[in-house]
């Protein structure tokens, strides 16, 4: 599936300019250095995380896209940050475990 | 020399404490990794330094073992990874960085000393090896990661970077170095 459909299918709100990749896997972490030893290339990163180190450790591991749920916006640099990254960021309204739910049901593991 | 051509896994993952101290002294910032529940924050003397506490970080550390050839690079060296935004014309991270040009991202792989008076720092070993892990798992075309030690940064004190670390997490200010951030303040 690619983000773009992805983000279509859950009605995200996209905040940023980004590259309609392939999405591969799922991981959910607030944590920044668990990112790094967890999420895997081309996942969807959920998180209600926005600060700047994210996108660094999202970056490193080559994430696709990133969640940002129950509404929160990331600050310009972020975005700026991640824009720059090719990482799509989108906004859903969901809570952390909805969102996984919704995922799943789309056959995203 | 080994004929592997390596393909490297995370391997022995430890959750713990990124625990930074710095001399009252002479400046030098020091740090270790602890694993313990609650991490150490002591002040003590150490030779001609003078430690006292900074800060305590959540922290992972993980080492790097081939498939192939079962071969294990150990970092415990490395005591954390910044996303370099150093511009400084002086800096040979900068410089790097802006030879590579925009596909390529430079991470500093920030050793124990600051000071690096000891002629210690991350393990060329450890670097190649980092090198190959990041980048033998990136998807995106034209994407490269080039993780240098710190021993590169003209001052890694200095060195402007965003670094992968559960610190200030809910600040909005970008992360920094602790102290650069008493620099900002004061």
Redesign the interface.
């Known amino acids: 599936m690619k983000v773009k459909e992805l983000a279509d299918k859950l009605g995200l709100r996209a905040i940023n300019t980004h590259?309609d990749?392939?999405v591969e896997g799922v991981y959910i972490s607030d944590?920044?250095?668990?990112i790094?030893?967890g999420a895997?290339?081309?996942c969807v990163l959920i998180t209600l995380?926005t600060?700047?180190?994210l996108?660094?450790?999202a970056?490193?591991?080559?994430v696709a896209m990133i969640v940002f749920v129950k509404g929160k916006n990331p600050?310009s640099?972020v975005v700026e940050?991640a824009t720059?990254?090719?990482i799509g960021l989108f906004v859903s309204e969901a809570d952390t475990w909805t969102f996984a739910r919704k995922l799943a049901e789309l056959g995203l593991k | 020399m080994s004929a592997c051509t390596h393909r490297w896994s995370?391997t022995n993952?430890r959750q713990g404490y990124l625990v930074v101290e710095g001399c009252f002294e002479c400046g030098a910032r020091s740090s270790f990794f602890s694993t313990e529940v609650t991490p150490p924050i002591d002040e003590y003397q150490e030779g001609k330094h003078f430690w006292i506490h900074l800060g305590n970080y959540?922290?992972?550390k993980?080492d790097l073992r081939c498939g192939l050839c079962g071969k294990t690079v150990g970092l415990d060296d490395m005591m954390g990874?910044?996303?370099s935004t150093c511009q400084d014309p002086d800096c040979e991270v900068a410089r790097l960085a802006k030879r590579e040009g925009?596909g390529a991202?430079v991470?500093v792989a920030l050793c124990a000393d600051s000071t690096h008076r000891a002629g210690r720092c991350v393990s060329q070993e450890g670097i190649e090896a980092l090198n190959q892990y990041?980048n033998e798992?990136?998807?995106?075309p034209g994407?490269k990661?080039i993780v240098v030690p710190c021993r590169m940064c003209s001052s890694i004190d200095k060195c402007r970077g965003?670094?992968?670390?559960?610190t200030?997490?809910?600040?909005?200010d970008?992360?920094v170095l602790p102290s650069q951030r008493q620099r900002q303040r004061g």
């Open positions: 590259k990749k392939d944590m920044v250095s668990d790094i030893t895997k290339a081309n995380q600060h700047k180190s996108i660094a450790a970056n490193l591991v080559d600050a640099d940050l720059k990254a090719e | 995370m993952i959540q922290a992972v993980f990874l910044m996303l925009p991202w991470y990041f798992n990136i998807k995106a994407k990661i965003i670094i992968i670390a559960d200030g997490l809910t600040d909005l970008a992360q």
